[in-house]
Structure formats: structure tokens, C-alpha cells
T-cell receptor, first 114, second 111 residues
Framework: KAGVTQTPRYLIKTRGQQVTLSCSPI?????VSWYQQTPGQGLQFLFE???????NKGNFPGRFSGRQFSNSRSEMNVSTLELGDSALYLC?????????????FGPGTRLTVT | GDSVTQMEGPVTLSEEAFLTINCTYT??????LFWYVQYPGEGLQLLLK?????DKGSNKGFEATYRKETTSFHLEKGSVQVSDSAVYFC??????????FGSGTRLQVQP
């Protein structure tokens, strides 16, 4: 069974631009979560989608948004990029959105903002 | 709110040594607990999990027991290998909320 895939793997953008990252979950998984990983802040939760509905949202500004499609694929968008948005963005999928449901992570998208 | 505290790294061990990485948590509910591992340049891989008190998760020689009385979920391995060198994250998930991660512990195993 194929794992979680994320595209692109690497991205370089300029301050003020916007970016869209894509995530394809494991087949049969309906929940997709996004996390930001930086050396200073560690792993921080962005948002979670289940069956096209946003279920949870972390403490990030409105420049960060996401959506989920009917096939469970998800995208996240960051507008008006800032230098501090440079990070590894990780997507995780799980079959359900309950506590014991295991989340499986993709390889991440490394975003560099210059 | 929920939080996870891990021991500071890096942890440096010789091959075949015994490993313990401490993890304690604070949660308002009754969370599920997880250990993830991250190799350089990769995403996180689920190592093991436990969903209720006294449960023992195990995988690839790693073990962790859900201790509700001490709110702990320490990771152990009897004999580490060079290939175990990575960053290990303890995490919890409380109800329908997102995973809350610890800060990670880097393990370096020397031959």
C-alpha cells in the first residue's frame, strides 16, 4: 500500500509570494493533518480535515489555510510569505479522527523563503 | 492544555548499549500515546503506540509502557544499533484533538 505522498518535496519562494502544498493520503484514510516543523518551535499543528471538513485548527495566522477534496487529497496554502515561514511542512493521514487512530506521515515539503 | 516533556539530547551510546528516553505528559483527558522516529531528511515514522493504562507498545525491539500513575511513556531498547541513530518524538493525542509532540531527543549510536 502506498504511503502518504507530498508534492513538491522542495520549494524556494520569495517574501510576499504565496505557495500551495499538496498531500495525498494513504488509500482509505479520510483524515489529513498538517504540521509545521522548525528547529526553534519544533512540531506545531496547523489544521486537520476529515471528510472535507476542518475539524481542528492550530494557532497560526489566517495566511495559512487548507482544504480537503472529496478523494481525501488535501492542499495547504500560505499567502504573503514571511521569512519565518521557512520550515518543513508535514502531512499526516489516518483512517479516523479519534484519539487512538494512528497518524502516518509523508516525507514533507521543505519550504525556503528568501 | 496538553503537553509532552522529553529528556534533552543528544543521547550518545555505544552499539549494544541499553537505551532509555524519558517522556512525561500532561493531558486533560485520557490520551493515546505514541513514539515517532525521524531519520535525517525524512518525515516521521510511527514506532509504537499505547491507548490505555498499562498497555505496552512494542516494535523493532523498542518498547514503552503507558503509566497513568506517573503520566509517563518512556522508550526503551535493550541493545541499540548504529542504524537506530535518529530523532525520537514522544506524542499524545487526547480525544479528537491533534497530536501534541515533545521537543524530540536525538540519539547517536557509535560503533
Amino acid at each position: 500500500k502506498a504511503g502518504v505522498t507530498q508534492t513538491p518535496r522542495y520549494l524556494i519562494k520569495t517574501r510576499g509570494q504565496q505557495v500551495t502544498l499538496s498531500c495525498s493520503p494513504i488509500s482509505g484514510h479520510r483524515s489529513v493533518s498538517w504540521y509545521q516543523q522548525t528547529p526553534g518551535q519544533g512540531l506545531q499543528f496547523l489544521f486537520e480535515y476529515f471528510s472535507e471538513t476542518q475539524r481542528n485548527k492550530g494557532n497560526f495566522p489566517g495566511r495559512f489555510s487548507g482544504r480537503q477534496f472529496s478523494n481525501s487529497r488535501s492542499e495547504m496554502n500560505v499567502s504573503t510569505l514571511e521569512l519565518g515561514d521557512s520550515a518543513l511542512y508535514l502531512c499526516a493521514s489516518s483512517r479516523e479522527d479519534r484519539a487512538g487512530s494512528e497518524q502516518y506521515f509523508g516525507p514533507g515539503t521543505r519550504l525556503t523563503v528568501t | 492544555g496538553d503537553s509532552v516533556t522529553q529528556m534533552e539530547g543528544p543521547v550518545t551510546l555505544s552499539e549494544e548499549a541499553f537505551l532509555t528516553i524519558n517522556c512525561t505528559y500532561t493531558a486533560t483527558g485520557y490520551p493515546s500515546l505514541f513514539w515517532y522516529v525521524q531519520y535525517p531528511g525524512e518525515g516521521l515514522q510511527l514506532l509504537l503506540k499505547a491507548t490505555k493504562a498499562d498497555d505496552k507498545g512494542s516494535n523493532k525491539g523498542f518498547e514503552a509502557t503507558y503509566r497513568k500513575e506517573t503520566t509517563s511513556f518512556h522508550l526503551e531498547k535493550g541493545s541499540v544499533q548504529v542504524s537506530d541513530s535518529a530523532v525520537y518524538f514522544c506524542a499524545l493525542r487526547d480525544g479528537g484533538r491533534a497530536l501534541t509532540f515533545g521537543s524530540g531527543t536525538r540519539l547517536q549510536v557509535q560503533p
